[in-house]
Nanobody
Framework: VQLQASGGGLVQAGGSLRLSCVAS????????TGWYRQSPGKERELVAV???????NYADFVKGRFTVSRDNAKNTVYLQMNSLKAEDTAVYYC??????????????WGKGTLVTVSS
């Protein structure tokens, strides 16, 4: 399974970006998928995830500003980021969990896309 993320870049505070991540390879289905981020000197942290049933979970610091969605037919997960703040600057990583064996899942990670928010 390979993940290709896109949509990162430089944006002014208050602006918007939309990240996309396409999964390819031997994929029958995707369980939970979503986005994490890592800023310099910090550990990777959850931003937003969405289950196969469409249930979502957001980090408190993005609630009301970011929206995660998925297109199962395209094996793609999106992250719409609005009202961006300087502290949102980070490398954003997409993640997919695919079924593996009986009742198990395996995680795959994209290489990350840099989001820089200027204040």
């Amino acid at each position: 399974v390979q993940l290709q993320a896109s949509g990162g870049g430089l944006v002014q505070a208050g602006g918007s970006l939309r990240l996309s991540c396409v999964a390819s390879g031997s994929i029958v289905s995707i369980n939970t998928t979503g986005w994490y981020r890592q800023s310099p000197g910090k550990e990777r942290e959850l931003v937003a995830v969405i289950t196969s049933a469409g249930l979502t979970n957001y980090a408190d610091f993005v609630k009301g500003r970011f929206t995660v969605s998925r297109d199962n037919a395209k094996n793609t997960v999106y992250l719409q980021m609005n009202s961006l703040k300087a502290e949102d600057t980070a490398v954003y990583y997409c993640n997919v969990n695919v079924p593996y064996g009986l009742g198990y899942g395996m995680d795959y990670w994209g290489k990350g896309t840099l989001v820089t928010v200027s204040s």
